[in-house]
């Protein structure tokens, strides 16, 4: 590579690096302002509203897409080990969660902290459940005794009480 090239990298290496810089340094002054008009009791401004109806409303999407009946629908594929469809259950459900991570600026703590729930309870059920099986299980024999798990445990399902909580606060924001 000759010396102007890499000139011209490192110029728009940089032109990059301050572009981003500057786009996550202004969407970090919103989230403060957002803060403050909350914490003074103004409404929220038009902008910063719709991010946050947007963020609670992609973070209900979430916990739908990693509701257990939801995922396996979905990731369903005959012919994997149980091991290997516990790896795939897994793997989306993480997926899903860190696409989604940076959702949390925008919404309560209290919010956040049902989501993260969520996704850590139907790991730790994914998980529980395949140890369980034995070692030649299918991947249909641990999608099976999910959802016949599911349906003896109603209560060990949260994704219906994370959207009714995630729908309450996007209201509030909407009076």
């Keep these: 590579m000759s010396s102007t090239e890499t000139t011209w990298a490192l110029v728009i290496a940089f032109v990059l690096g301050g572009s981003l810089a500057f ?15 909350k914490a003074s009791g103004e409404k929220n401004s038009a902008p910063v509203q719709q991010l946050q109806l947007q963020a609670y409303e992609r973070l209900i999407l979430l916990a739908d897409r ?14 994997l080990s149980a091991r290997d469809m516990q790896q795939v259950l897994v793997q989306n459900i993480k997926q899903e969660f860190e696409y989604n991570v940076t959702q949390q600026i925008y919404v309560s703590a209290e919010s956040w902290e049902a989501v993260r729930n969520l996704k850590d309870q139907n790991l730790l059920i994914v998980n529980q459940v395949a140890s369980f099986l034995p070692a030649e299980a299918t991947g249909q024999d641990l999608n099976r005794s999910l959802l016949e798990m599911l349906v003896q445990n109603p209560k060990a399902s949260l ?8 729908s309450y606060e996007a209201k509030k924001l909407m009076k």
């Design 23 to 37: 786009l996550f340094w202004k969407q970090r002054q919103e989230v403060k302002r957002a803060e403050k008009q």
């Design 66 to 79: 990693i509701a257990l009946p939801n995922l396996i629908n979905r990731v369903n594929q005959p012919g």
């Design 159 to 166: 994704h219906t009480v994370v959207s009714d909580v995630l």
